[in-house]
Structures are given as C-alpha cells and as structure tokens.
C-alpha cells in the first residue's frame, strides 16, 4: 500500500500520543533522581530546578552513612530470598499435581487456591497480626515470610501451571518407558525445560516480597524492618528528608528493574495465557 | 495422564494447602470470631462476645459509608481510566517501530514499582511547597499560587486517584497488547477489501476479539484496586478530614488503633461486598479452562 500524506500525519499524531504517554508514565522516575541527585539548598530554593545546578550523590552517603540503609536492605533481601524459595517449592509440587493428575478435588483444591488471590490483605492482617503475636514470632523475618505466602503460593500455583500445561505429557511419557520413574522424570526431563518459566516466577515472588508494605508495617519493629517501611519512616517529625528517601527509592527499583527486565518475556507469556486463551 | 486412586497428587498438592490453610483459612475464620467480639488491645480485659455489637456499630458510623463511597469512585474512576488509557498504550505499542521492545519495557516499570515508593514520588511531585506539578502548572500560567494538593479536600482525592490510574495503566497496557498479538491478521486484510475504516475496525474486530482479556483484567484490577492500601497510605493516610479513606484503608487505619475486633467486622463487610466480583471472576476463568481442553 502506498502512504498518502493522511497516512504520515496519523503516524506522526500516534507518536506524538507515545511520547506523552511515555513521559507521563516516566517523568515520576526522572524526578525521583534529579532530586535524589540535588544539594539540600536547592531541593528547598526558591525556584523548582529541572537539572541540578549542581551534582551531588550526599543524599545516598547520608543514606548509608547516618541511615544505615544496608541494614533494611539486608532484611529484605532475606524475606525476599526466603519466601522466593519456600513459595516455589511448594507450589511447583502442587502445580505438577494439577496439570500431570485427574484426581478427586482437583477442581475444588484448584479453585481454593484461586480465591486465596482474592481476599483482601486488610481481612488477613488483623488476625494474622493476633495469631503471630500469640505465636511469639511477631517482629521476626518468619512473620513476614510466612504472611507473603498467602499471595506468593497461589499466585506461583497458577502461573507454573500454566507453563506446565503447555508441555506435552508425552515428554515424561517417554524417560518413564525407559524405566525412569516419575520423580527422576521430573527432575531430568521436566526442570530443564520449565527452568525458564520457573525462573519468571520466581522473579515475580521476589518482586512482590521485596515491594511489600502492608503486612511489614505491622509485622517488623526497628531491627528487621524491610525496605519499603524505612523509607516511610524517613517522614518524620521534623518533615520530609525528600533526598535520602529519593536515593532510597532509586536504590530499591534497580534490583526490581533488572529481574523485570530479565523474566520479563517469560512472565509476560504466563500473565497473559490465561486471559487471553480463556 | 495418571493412574486412578493415586495417593501422589494429594502428597504433592499437601505442603501448599497445609502452608495457606494456615496462613488464609485460620485468619479467615479468625476474622469472622473477632467480629463476633470486642476486641480491643487498648482494652484486654474486655476482650469478650458481643454477638452482633461491631455489626451495628459499623453499620450505623457515618465514616464506614464514606469509606465505602469513597471505594466506589476510587474503583471506577481509577480502574475505568487504567482500562482507557492501557487500552490506547496498547494499540500504539502494537505498531511496529524501532525501539518497540526497549519502549515496551521501559512503560512497565510503575507496575514493578513497590506502592510505597508510589505514594512517596507522588506526595513529593504533589508538594505544595516545593513540588513539580505546582511549578509546571505555575509556568504555564493555570495558577496563580502554589496549591497544597494533597491538604485539601477537593483536590486530594482527585489526586490519589491520578496516582492509581498511572498505576495501573501498565498492566492493562500489557494484558490487551498480548490480546491484540494473539488477533489474526486476516481479519484486518478481509476489512481492508471490504474498505471498512479505521474505527470501524476498531469496533467491529479489536474490541470485540478483546472481550475476555478486558473482562478478566478489569476484574482483576478492580480487586486490587480496592484492596490496596499502600498507595494512599503513602500519599494522605486517608486524610485529610478523611477525604480520601477508602475502605481498606479505614480498616489499616483501626488496626493501628488495635481495635481489632472493628478493623475484623469492616475488613469482612469488605470481602462479602468483592465476593460478587471474585465470583464472576471465578466462573469465568473455569469457564475458559473448560473449553480449552
């Protein structure tokens, strides 16, 4: 087909539409460094810069320094790591039992899992806040992990198994005719093949622990508070520290962006299966 | 596919029912007993069954009505403008250009942005001192004096609301471009000879071949939206005058006071009231399983 100049405007018009579109999305980000990258003086002058007059990193030194931003740092990635783990294990054992087995309350177990998704974190916060405290595990990582779960393991269960009901069955059919029983056709045959997918997942599970607040707010004092409450608390009495708390926001997104950036393709595929085949 | 009376899926499928029915079904019932009692930190002594006393305390306080008004603009201002603009991210990111993958990822970051830092890049742009969107809007000439956004009432909650929809449109965004990928080009080539228009198109084969991934992702959104409460939290904590607490965040809100048998009884008001949608979701996804296979 031939482009008239109709054609060319209405491309030029759909790309100026990205290009909005893209810095309202972005321009939060941008704006969240340019400050995280400005002296106190200017952060607080009379008029509002768009470029610092003047680079400085002070805010993520004082972070490190008079904050101690490791310490918050260390304990999320520990949750993280841990309900990464746990919520994988668990779920890609269940996942497998769903896709490779007709079995009686399959359909049910399937949808208990589902409706888990469902409930709304506030309803669980306050018994759980009653049960950990009884438990005496309230202020531990254990808490924290533990109350990941109740979003981490349904939401693996159902993206693994997709992914595995994608893979022919034939494909483990075949090592256990050769005399490999199930668990060894599992892990020879299937893992590797699923490796990917179970990587995207468990890039999501990290994601969501790492960014989680709700549930650490109530769940962690002083000591094992992760990422996302130290940087509330940098509103303090004494105001904002809007620069400490930008850098602390930068730092926080590069891990997350890097695993997005990395699982993205697979996870994309998972999200989206469901939907759209539905 | 596996023998009959195989005892391996249920040993398989056992360590994660065990691990959620301790960490969902206990709480759940937990949650139920506590609206049935006054249950109060503040007060230990007089923890005890009052039958249905949070019910109609609930049901007759002024700010649980607002709570749940407050739910309801936030839902379906929020969630209808993410499906809006998603939609139009979408169809622009289906055109084909250079650079599509990079700007495609790029576009997804707020949805893997923690909510926390939401709240907090958004109260910093909203500032009324020293904020962004006061200067830009100073500059080109719409106000006269700076704006205290999120410490009035009329303007905060319009502003939570514009936080969520950035939010969200990623998501969307993501959802309808894989639907878009998944339409056959030949539906288009058959309009083309039958000179059907570009709006045309639009309404007679996009839409319609979008109709289950805009269901099953509106629902989805909507029960996240409602649910969520760091963003909000982080912008106002549902203040000011309460012009912006939603149900959820009223809930969060009693929780902190540790009058846990009231922050119970709204938190399961809640749920009963999204079950309707989880419901719908529910059927539909095992609807789209069933036809499937």
Redesign the interface.
């Known amino acids: 087909m031939k482009k008239t100049p109709a054609d060319s405007a209405k491309?030029l018009a759909?790309?100026l539409?990205?290009a909005a579109?893209?810095v309202?999305?972005?321009f939060?980000?941008y704006?969240?460094f340019v400050?995280s990258i400005k002296p106190e003086g200017e952060?607080?002058g009379k008029?509002?810069t768009?470029w610092p007059r003047e680079v400085t990193f002070e805010s993520y030194r004082r972070l490190f320094s008079d904050y101690n931003f490791v310490r918050p740092m260390t304990n999320s990635l520990i949750v993280a790591a841990a309900t990464t783990l746990?919520s994988l294990?668990?779920?890609l054992?269940?996942a497998?039992?769903?896709s490779?087995?007709?079995?009686r309350g399959?359909?049910f177990?399937m949808?208990?899992?589902?409706?888990?998704?469902?409930?709304?974190?506030?309803?669980?916060?306050?018994?759980?806040?009653?049960?950990m405290r009884k438990l005496g595990i309230l202020y531990t990582p254990l808490a924290l992990i533990?109350?990941y779960?109740?979003f981490t393991?349904?939401f693996s269960?159902w993206l693994l198994n997709g992914y595995l009901a994608d893979l022919p069955?034939s494909l483990e059919e075949a090592a256990m005719v050769d005399g490999a029983n199930?668990a060894q056709a599992f892990v020879r045959i299937v893992l590797p093949v699923l490796m990917p997918c179970i990587v995207a997942t468990g890039a999501y599970v990290f994601?969501t622990s790492?960014?989680?607040?709700?549930f650490a707010v109530?769940f962690t004092n002083e000591a094992n508070r992760t990422?996302?409450?130290s940087?509330?608390n940098l509103?303090g009495q004494l105001g904002?520290e809007?620069g400490m708390?930008?850098a602390g926001?930068i730092i926080?997104?590069i891990p997350?962006?890097f695993m997005?950036?990395f699982a993205?393709k697979k996870l994309?595929e998972g999200?989206?299966a469901?939907?759209?085949?539905? | 596919?596996?023998r009959?009376k195989?005892v391996?899926?249920?040993l398989?499928?056992a360590?994660?029912?065990l691990?959620?029915l301790?960490?969902?079904f206990?709480?759940?019932v937990?949650?139920v007993s506590?609206s049935f009692q006054s249950y109060d930190l503040r007060r230990p002594s007089r923890i005890g069954f009052i039958g249905l006393g949070n019910y109609s305390e609930v049901l007759s306080d002024p700010l649980f009505w607002q709570a749940v008004w407050k739910t309801v603009v936030w839902v379906a201002v929020g969630v209808g403008f993410q499906f809006l603009?998603g939609f139009?991210?979408a169809l622009?990111?289906n055109?084909r250009?250079f650079g599509r993958g990079i700007?495609r990822?790029?576009?997804?970051?707020?949805w893997?942005?923690?909510?926390?830092?939401?709240g907090?890049?958004?109260r910093?742009?909203y500032d009324g001192?020293?904020?962004?969107l006061n200067?830009m809007l100073f500059r080109l000439g719409i106000i006269r004096d700076f704006v205290p956004f999120l410490a009035r009432g009329e303007t905060a909650f319009p502003a939570v609301i514009l936080t969520i929809i950035?939010q969200g449109?990623?998501f969307f965004a993501?959802?309808i471009l894989?639907?878009l990928q998944?339409i056959p080009e030949e539906l288009y080539d058959a309009a083309d000879v039958d000179g059907a228009n570009g709006v045309q198109k639009l309404f007679r084969i996009t839409i319609p071949s979008l109709k289950?991934?805009i269901f099953?992702?509106t629902l989805l959104r909507i029960?996240w939206v409602?649910?969520s409460?760091?963003v909000i939290?982080?912008l106002t904590e549902g203040g000011p005058a309460y012009a912006t607490q939603t149900l959820?965040v009223y809930?969060?809100n009693k929780?902190?006071t540790l009058n846990?048998g009231y922050?119970?009884t709204m938190?399961?008001l809640?749920?009963l009231m999204?079950?309707s949608v989880?419901v719908v979701?529910?059927r539909?996804?095992?609807?789209?399983?069933e036809?499937?296979r």
């Open positions: 491309s759909s790309y539409l990205l579109m893209l309202f999305l972005l939060p980000f704006w969240t400050t952060l607080y008029t509002v768009y746990v294990t668990v779920s054992l269940a497998y039992a769903f490779r087995f007709q079995f399959r359909k177990l949808t208990l899992f589902l409706t888990n998704n469902m409930f709304p974190t506030v309803l669980l916060l306050i018994p759980l806040y009653a049960i533990l109350a779960t109740t393991i349904p269960i069955p199930r994601m790492w960014n989680e607040y709700t109530m990422i996302p409450v940087l509330k509103i904002v809007w708390l930008t926001g926080t997104i997350v962006c997005f950036f993205q994309i999200l989206t469901g939907a759209v085949k539905g | 596919m596996g009959k195989n391996w899926p249920y398989l499928v360590p994660a029912l691990t959620v301790t960490v969902v206990i709480p759940v937990n949650a506590m603009f139009i991210l622009l990111l055109r250009f700007v990822s790029i576009s997804l970051i707020p893997v942005t923690p909510g926390v830092l939401i907090l890049m958004w910093w742009i001192s020293y904020g962004v200067d950035w449109i990623p993501l959802m894989a639907g998944g289950n991934v099953v992702t029960i409602s649910n409460v760091d939290f982080n959820s809930v969060f929780g902190n846990l922050a119970a938190s399961i809640l749920a999204l079950s989880a979701y529910l539909r996804i095992f609807r789209g399983q036809g499937a």
